[in-house]
């Protein structure tokens, strides 16, 4: 079965400070990876994914992710973060059934930015 | 593109009432759309796989005479909450699956009081 990991419940960076964001995942094929961040009382958007390819993946709002087999990992970065960016951020891995992917998630980890 | 709607955003309801929330994919087909719920600063755990012309796929645990799930067309879902009772009320989100990627609504909140 596949599970993903996130072991930063809470993180507090100030604004302008880099970012990173752990996920590690546990799935016995080439993962299909995603990163989604929520806003409180919101649903979930999509910030990147993987599937193949570059394993740097480039995402919205200047976000970025490296998948690394070898450390089971798809870390979150940015270099410099905005007050708009304190939300909830959730690693998501997928299995392919059919043409869809069922996603497990992690337990979100939660960013707070400073002023 | 990809957008998804989520109609009521949120409902309050007496117990034993049904509940019917609707999942739009606006732009796009989706032959899948997925349910999920999520507690309060918890994360999110799927329901239902729901398949356009055929019936729901449910997880372990979640009692689908409970929670019926219909999706009558490539852009529309509906779970019920059937006889809601306060330990359903949650926030339920659906998601629009667009290939191999999930693009999620808004999310309805239900209280059940």
Known sequence: AQSVTQPDIHITVSEGASLELRCNYSYGATPYLFWYVQSPGQGLQLLLKYFSGDTLVQGIKGFEAEFKRSQSSFNLRKPSVHWSDAAEYFCAVGALTGTASKLTFGTGTRLQVTL | ?113
Not at chain 2, 20 to 44: G, N, V
Not at chain 2, 48 to 70: C, H
């Open chain 2, 1 to 113: 593109g990809a957008v998804v709607s989520q109609h009521p955003s949120w409902v309050i309801c007496k117990s034993g009432t049904s509940v019917k929330i609707e999942c739009r994919s606006l732009d796009f087909q989706a032959t899948t759309m997925f349910w999920y719920r999520q507690f309060p600063k918890q994360s999110l755990m799927l329901m239902a796989t729901s398949n356009e012309g055929s019936k729901a796929t449910y997880e372990q645990g979640v009692e689908k005479d409970k929670f019926l799930i219909n999706h009558a067309s490539l852009t529309l879902s509906t779970l019920t909450v059937t006889s809601a009772h306060p330990e359903d009320s949650s926030f339920y989100i659906c998601s629009a699956a667009r290939q191999e990627t999930q693009y999620f609504g808004p999310g309805t909140r239900l209280l059940v009081l």
